[in-house]
């Protein structure tokens, strides 16, 4: 995350705001008592700053991976520091993207799943991180003594990455019974392995590899005994070694009956990877796996390279092996994730725009947390929200508005939504956007506004669900705003995110709006929190600065400093514990 320090002053002697004075109490409530805020200090923060308390962008992590682990199709998961688990991603091409929404009261760190690597998060951007065999988790084959859970015996499947046994040299031809868990169809039962770099052919993964055609057309195979009814999916790597090789796996009982399953067809110029789903029968106790050379570009005794074979457990045949399927009986779902990444994320308003208010930020408190799925390829499938209706310091009706961005906070460029359920509805004037309340007091069961003025209350919350589209995208920011109860042409915002097609575009530059929902000094009409605890907002009347002494310097400095200026109210200015 790049913000510019520039135009700072941190102290002046310039009153601060103006202030909201022509409010509308509700439920026969008495007329609030409304003056201007008298405050000394100025703030002057950078013009691009987002408000917005938390660690927050994209992220991309390139995997240093110095001992050739196998590492694309695999994956990388952000955990705090007691190894919670909070988003994963699959690695494609040694890199891996997490879009991030974190607090900056917590540790946060990559992790490498098959190794246990991990690097600390300290901003978004670019990560470089190396994993290493040394890893306190590390087993060959990802992880198979944890995740290959379907064996229905002592040995499960072994030595996918050809490791063992170590060659000395640059290749060697030995016979089966000193290869672990390998065995060949060849005549004189001799194996071949490749060191890593022998005549230019460098391994997929690790440090050794196999040749095929050890010196006549054969077949390698392993078998493993796995459990019968159950559905794994297998994956490996083959390339050519003087021009274009062809081989099959195969899969069955035995290697007289193994069924075709892919055919392998690859040069010399790059490793090719092959994938698929079987399901064991019923009353098959042996399962072998057979890799059967067709034809090769030199001779008998030449071609058709494999490397990191694997076999995972995975019952509802999506690809993603049981232990890293957050889903593991839904082929539709995958993968686990939160909005926030972690920690709850509160959205703080104040409500007279285009005219500034007295800055407490407690017209609309909204506290906000979601789990989403995706699917095996990282597409959206559904998401379920919950917004805690914390604090209506306002006297304003407003209602709730959502709408759904990429990660850019800019419009999709179709509909992603396919249905909503629960306490929200879609938002017929806007794409992607729902309805959340269209009269905050109307959607409480009974009035409250939790800022020491008005009534206290446990807060009300608004839950529900969104069901996307198949497969139009993978990742998205949603964006909770206010509108006028009755008038949709008042909206408030988030700096950042633009204005929604109900909105009055004549009001926008007008009074205190100096556009992007920021004042000329760029003070904000909403302030984003993620936070791992609550948060203490101001009580009525009491400005932000007031209720927190780190708040000014925080601000002043784009963010940069006070990063976790939101933990240290001041107990008598402020409303909670």
Aim: net charge negative.
């Amino acid at each position: 995350m790049k913000i510019y320090l520039k135009n700072i002053i941190l102290i002046s002697t310039v009153a601060l705001l103006a202030f909201a004075c022509d409010r509308t109490e509700d439920f026969g409530t008495p007329p609030g008592v409304y003056i201007p805020v008298d405050n000394t200090e100025e703030l002057n923060p950078p013009a691009d700053f987002n408000w917005s308390a938390s660690l927050k962008g994209g992220l991309t992590v390139n995997i240093n991976n110095p001992e050739k682990i196998s590492v694309d199709n695999q994956i990388a998961q952000i955990v705090n520091s007691q190894g919670e688990i909070f988003d994963k991603a699959t690695i494609e091409s040694g890199f891996v993207h997490f879009d991030l929404d974190l607090p900056q009261d917590q540790e946060f760190y990559v992790e490498f799943a098959n190794t246990g690597d991990r690097i600390k998060i300290s901003e978004a951007g670019t990560l470089e991180m190396t994993v290493r065999k040394e890893g306190s988790f590390f087993v060959d084959s990802k992880k198979a003594s944890s995740s290959f859970l379907c064996v229905s015996c002592g040995t499960p499947f072994d030595n996918g990455g050809i490791e063992l046994p170590l060659v000395l040299g640059s290749y060697t031809q030995i016979n089966e019974n000193l290869v672990p868990s390998w065995n060949t169809t060849a005549t004189d039962n001799k194996i071949e392995i490749w060191t890593d770099g022998f005549l230019g052919v460098p391994s997929q993964e690790g440090n050794q590899f196999f040749e095929i055609n050890a010196t006549q057309v054969a077949a390698l195979y392993q078998d493993v005994c796995i459990t019968p009814g159950t559905t794994i999916s297998w994956s490996v790597y083959h390339r050519g070694r003087a021009g274009v090789d062809v081989a099959e796996v195969l899969i069955g009982s035995s290697v007289g009956t193994a069924v075709s399953q892919a055919t392998m067809t690859d040069g010399t110029d790059a490793w090719g990877y092959y994938s698929g789903n079987y399901t064991v029968p019923l009353g098959q106790t042996n399962t072998s796996f057979v890799f059967k050379a067709v034809s090769s570009a030199g001779s008998a005794s030449v071609g058709n390279f494999i490397d990191n074979f694997q076999v995972i457990c995975d019952q509802d045949a999506d690809g993603i092996t049981d232990t890293d399927d957050d889903y593991p009986n839904d082929p539709t779902r995958a993968y686990k994730s939160y909005f926030p990444t972690a920690g709850k994320q509160i959205v703080a308003f104040e409500d007279l725009w285009p005219s500034l208010g007295d800055f407490d930020f407690n017209d609309m408190i909204l506290a906000t947390q979601g789990e989403i799925s995706k699917n095996a390829s990282g597409n959206l499938v559904d998401a379920t929200f919950t917004v805690g209706i914390d604090a209506i310091g306002a006297g304003l009706h407003n209602g709730i508005g959502l709408m759904i961005y990429d990660n850019n906070s800019l419009a999709f460029g179709s509909n992603i939504i396919a249905s909503v359920s629960g306490d929200a509805s879609l938002d017929p004037g806007n794409t992607n956007g729902l309805i959340l309340s269209d009269n905050v007091f109307s959607t409480i069961s009974e009035y409250y506004q939790n800022n020491g003025v008005g009534p206290d209350k446990v807060p009300d919350s608004i839950s529900f669900s969104i069901t996307f589209n198949t497969d139009v995208a993978s990742d998205f920011t949603p964006e909770l705003y206010l509108f006028r109860s009755g008038d949709r042409s008042h909206e408030v915002h988030l700096s950042g995110f633009p204005t929604t097609a109900t909105i009055n575009p004549a009001l926008v530059n007008t009074k205190d709006d100096n556009g992007n929902y920021k004042t000329v000094t760029g003070l904000p009409w909403g302030m984003e929190i993620i936070t791992s605890g609550t948060w203490n907002h101001p009580l009525e009347k009491i400005d932000i600065l007031d209720a927190y002494s780190q708040f000014q310097l925080w601000a002043t400095s784009g963010g940069l400093l006070n990063l976790t200026w939101y933990t240290l109210p001041n107990p008598a200015k402020t409303f909670g514990d």
